[in-house]
């Protein structure tokens, strides 16, 4: 049977039969807007079970068009895509999947998270066997797609809600969460420096540091040393290739950055055996700056540091010697070619 077009501009005629609402449409066919069930055709079709004569379908498949004063062309068409979204009737069903009233085959948003069905379509990103118009998690991190939304922090081209990386900081949504230490209104799995220090969550990474429990990445004070990351910052003030935030004792000297007074003034390779010259440990350098391990040697005896700046560790007083004994040589030389002249 065709879809009957039914009022057009007759009003209808409504009937007492069997204790249901009957209407009557201007082309005399039978209208039964009962609960559970639409018939639309010939009334003496309603005899019996009613599925003679006209058609029948659950009233989740029938909808009238109060607009158009009509039935969707497509009514019960299991074919058909009567919400329009690029699936059909049949392969949406008629589940409710988000409990809003709404059968998915007439619902555009069937899992409630706010993007439509016809957005997410029917791809399995997380390949959990639920397609992403269906899974209210649809890239699997364990944050709704409702919360994560159709954004692209990372301008990656994939919408928050299907990437994993959604701030593409190296650090998986999943592990990041949901949280907001910073307050600043952006989530970890959103913010690019989570804890405010400065210091992007790519640079903190996921590691702790100081052992207490918060990652780098929302620990202010990454290595337990009293001082805030903001303040110590990325720089590595004794060049042993841990950056300041991540080194309790920046300068080497012992003493931690939280009770010295001056926690960055490194000065140099003293390696702790050698005579205080200032600077930090260097286990391959002495005082003086060779990698011999001998206390007061001297890189050619000119008097410097390996750093390059006058520590008054011996290498002076044997630079004045070397110079002394050349000047020695340089007399008896002299006197020894005044005697072979003479001779």
Not at 138 to 165: K, N, Q, V, Y
Not at 202 to 208: A, P
């Amino acid at each position: 049977m065709s879809i009957v077009r039914a009022l057009g501009a007759i009003p209808l005629l409504t009937l007492l039969l069997t204790g249901c609402g009957i209407q009557v449409n201007d082309h005399g066919e039978c209208v039964d807007l009962s609960p559970g069930r639409v018939y639309v055709g010939p009334c003496d079709g309603m005899a019996g079970d009613g599925r003679g004569g006209g058609g029948w379908w659950d009233d989740d498949r029938c909808v009238w068009d109060d607009e158009e004063e009509d039935w969707l062309d497509d009514c019960g068409d299991p074919d058909g895509d009567m919400d329009g979204d690029g699936l059909s009737n049949a392969w949406e069903d008629d589940l409710d999947l988000d409990g809003d009233g709404v059968p998915n085959h007439l619902d555009e948003d069937s899992d409630g998270d706010g993007a439509s069905d016809a957005e997410e379509g029917p791809i399995d990103t997380d390949g959990d066997g639920q397609p992403d118009c269906y899974d209210m998690d649809s890239d699997g991190d364990g944050i709704l797609d409702s919360f994560e939304g159709r954004g692209d922090t990372d301008g990656d081209g994939l919408p928050d809600a299907l990437d994993t990386d959604s701030d593409n900081d190296g650090i998986d949504d999943a592990t990041e969460g949901a949280e907001d230490p910073d307050g600043d209104g952006l989530h970890n799995c959103i913010d690019l420096d989570s804890d405010n220090d400065g210091l992007l969550d790519s640079f903190e990474g996921d590691d702790d540091v100081d052992g207490d429990g918060e990652p780098n990445r929302t620990d202010t004070d990454s290595d337990g040393d009293g001082l805030l990351d903001a303040d110590e910052g990325d720089g590595d003030a004794d060049q042993d290739g841990h950056a300041d935030c991540y080194d309790p004792d920046s300068d080497d000297d012992g003493i931690e950055d939280g009770e010295d007074d001056s926690p960055y003034d490194w000065a140099g390779g003293d390696d702790g055996a050698d005579g205080a010259d200032g600077g930090g440990d260097d286990p391959e350098h002495d005082d003086c700056g060779d990698d011999e391990g001998e206390a007061n040697e001297c890189p050619g005896g000119d008097g410097f540091d390996y750093d390059g700046s006058p520590q008054g560790c011996g290498c002076e007083a044997e630079a004045s010697a070397s110079a002394t004994t050349m000047a020695f040589l340089g007399l008896l030389l002299g006197g020894l070619g005044l005697r072979r002249r003479v001779y």
